[in-house]
């Protein structure tokens, strides 16, 4: 079920959703989601994961729904998360490593591009970002190149608001970003904003980051599409701190490299 096309999607709302999401059908139509030539438009899953042998393979099986691409990245795991990925259907990459998250996206995007995927959305392996998300993710690609996620405030734990709050006003004050979740890692590229992501030197989290400045810098249009995610299991308050930190560390790094 790769092909997207607008037309002929069918409308639903979710009982957990407070908006109204399109359903991808695999079958051509009168029109087309991204332009006239775009009914055949190939979608490709990219989901990078580490350790996450109890919820990769419900994740993989709900993505499959949307797009029979579905692109695991096994980031040097100890566990089962490579065989659970495969079971449940996904193409299956091992890094012999932990070598990041954004090294694991990259080497997924790398594969997706290879393959011909049109349009590339990312998500976490964790269960924290829904699936039956993904086509609004990917409608918002009629008005832009970038589909970023915006989480609801609702429900995210403190110091994970504190965070959000300063890494996104950082980013639309220092580089023009302007976008309202810049941490939220479930997002959709059309093919031209993906292949600018290979260009991300950040191996972890901090390419969450890069990521958003290189794809203004390069001229594409990023637009916000409101996600649902699930906290069970959020990290920890010295986690964060250091997540902040890291931010800190690549806008320097960032501003020194002239990008």
């Known amino acids: 079920m790769a092909l997207v096309s607008l037309y002929d999607l069918g409308h639903r709302r979710l009982s957990h959703c407070p908006f109204i999401i399109l359903r991808i059908y695999p079958t051509s139509a009168r029109g087309s989601l991204l332009g006239p030539d775009a009914q055949n438009a190939k979608v490709a899953i990219v989901i990078p994961a580490y350790n996450e042998q109890e919820t990769v393979g419900d994740v993989v099986r709900r993505a499959r729904e949307y797009s029979d691409l579905v692109i695991v990245v096994d980031d040097g795991s100890a566990d089962g998360t490579a065989e659970a990925a495969s079971s449940a259907g996904a193409i299956v990459l091992k890094h012999d490593r932990n070598r990041g998250k954004w090294a694991a996206l990259r080497t997924g995007i790398g594969e997706a591009l290879r393959r011909g995927a049109d349009i590339v959305v990312t998500m976490d392996a964790d269960g924290q970002h829904m699936p039956e998300e993904i086509p609004s993710l990917v409608f918002t690609l009629e008005r832009a190149d970038v589909a970023v996620g915006s989480r609801s405030r609702s429900g995210m734990p403190l110091i994970r ?55 203004a810098r390069a001229g594409m249009k990023l637009a916000d599409a409101p996600v649902s995610t699930i906290y069970a299991g959020e990290r920890s308050k010295i986690k964060a701190s250091r997540d902040i930190y890291r931010f800190l560390k690549t806008v320097v790094k960032l501003r020194l490299r002239g990008v």
């Open 161 to 215: 608001k504190l965070s959000n709050t300063i890494t996104t006003g950082l980013l639309r004050v220092m580089f023009g970003v302007k976008v309202a979740d810049s941490q939220c890692g479930f997002r959709a590229y059309r093919r031209q904003a993906a292949e600018v992501l290979l260009s991300v030197q950040s191996d972890g989290f901090e390419g969450e980051t890069e990521s958003l400045v290189r794809l």
